[in-house]
Every structure is written in C-alpha cells, then in structure tokens.
C-alpha cells in the first residue's frame, strides 16, 4: 500500500513528528505527520491504486505490509520518544496512528468516496476519539 | 507471544465480544474481550515468557507474530460487526484494541512490575483514552 520502498513514507512520517510544534501533543503530532503522508499517497493515487490492488492479491505481499507498518509504528514511536514522549506511551501513540491510517488507507482504495486521505485519515482519528470517549 | 495455535486465543477474544452486555460500547467489549484473554494468559505466566523469549529471538517468527496480531484484530472486527457496530468503526476499534494488547503484553514480558496481564491491559486502555482526550 505504501511506496516502493517504505523508506521514502517513513521519512516523511518521522520528519513531521520531528518538525512539530513543541508544544503539541503526541497524538496530534503523529496526526500530522499521518496527513503529511496521506497527502503525498493522495498526489499518487493511481500508482497506490495499482500498488494496492498487487498486494491484495498475493498473501506474501499482505504479510509483508504488515511487516512495514510495524517498520513504520517503531519509526514513529522511535520520532515521538526523541521528543520527550515516554515509552509505552509512544509506543501506543505511535500504534494507535497506524491503525488510523490503515482504517483510512483501506476506505480510500476500497470506498467509492469523494474523500481524499487526509480528510480520511482525520475522520478516522474523530473516530477513533469518539470511540474512546464513548466507553464506559 | 500467544498460545501454541492463536485459535484458543482468538476463541476466547471472540466469546467475551460475544457475550458483552448489549448495551456495552464497542470498545468495552473489546476491552472485556483482551481482559478475559490476558486472564488465560496470566495463569500461564511461565510458559508465555518462555514462548516469547523464543519468539523475540527470530525475525521470522516475529513475523509470523504480527500475522497472527492481524487475524485476532480481523477476528475481534468481525465479532464487533456481528454485534451490529458498522465496518471502519469496528475495525478501527478492533486495530486500536490488538495496539493496546500489544503494548501491554510487552509490558508484562519486559518490565520488572508487580501488574498483572489483565491490569496492564486496564492501564494501556487508560493511556489509549488519555491521549485521545488530550488532542487538540
């Protein structure tokens, strides 16, 4: 579902978070750095169409995207640690984020939706608040 | 980090979505769900650490971790839709669920600390919710 090389979209995630304002939260600065990627995935959607549609047919190449996003929640987390956050926390944070993206990512390449994936992925992460202040 | 098989796992997790009170928000469920299996887990304390010890050790079976990670969230989704709840949000809630099962199963694997399984599960849920509400 990512790049080529998840190398390029990590680096992106990672600079976001490190480029942050200071004063922002852990989970709005992975927030931002989640629409900073989902805003270069949208400028290629139709190579990320292409791409997706390779992976779902194939189970290795699926196990293998799990295997990047784990790359690339360690990343985040890693991003968020050198920012002060403490461990299972970011660690949290940073999975949290990945799991809003993947939601989003999945209703770009699958919905029949005028939605781009930044607007997605921030109606994911609303989602993911409402869901959280909801329980009990 | 699972059972043998994570069928027993899995089966346990998709039982306590099931038999959640009706009116139990989506997250609660799935909350009760990772607390009943952090429970079973628990009683076999000696035998988890050694598996993950084994686990930790190999690339490929760490990979084969996250796979099995993503059919329990794939699992708990659709126990959340059999209980009415509408596809992106139960799949959401089901990815943030595995995250914060995941965060504190390492927990209880690597940190010198007196909680148990089901209670690390309770205090990620807090921190999951923490940084929610936090957000801008």
């Known amino acids: 579902m990512l790049f080529s090389?998840?190398?390029?979209?990590?680096?992106?995630l990672v600079n976001a978070v490190a480029g942050a304002p200071d004063a922002a939260a852990p989970i709005d600065?992975?927030?931002?750095a989640l629409e900073a990627a989902g805003?270069?995935?949208q400028q290629?959607?139709?190579f990320a169409l292409k791409r997706q549609a390779v992976i779902a047919?194939?189970?290795e190449l699926r196990e293998r995207e799990l295997i990047k996003l784990a790359s690339l929640a360690s990343a985040l987390a890693d991003?968020?640690?050198r920012r002060g956050a403490t461990g299972p926390a970011a660690t949290l944070?940073?999975?949290a984020g990945i799991a809003v993206f993947r939601v989003a990512f999945e209703r770009w390449v699958t919905e029949r939706d005028e939605r781009d994936l930044p607007q997605l992925i921030r109606d994911s992460l609303a989602d993911l608040k409402a869901m959280t202040?909801?329980?009990?």
């Open 93 to 95: 944070t940073a999975e």
């Open 44 to 46: 290629r959607r139709p």
């Open 79 to 81: 991003a968020l640690h």
């Open 133 to 136: 202040a909801g329980s009990r």
């Open 39 to 41: 805003a270069v995935l």
């Open 5 to 12: 090389g998840s190398g390029a979209l990590q680096e992106v």
């Open 29 to 32: 600065a992975v927030a931002a």
């Open 57 to 59: 047919a194939s189970t």
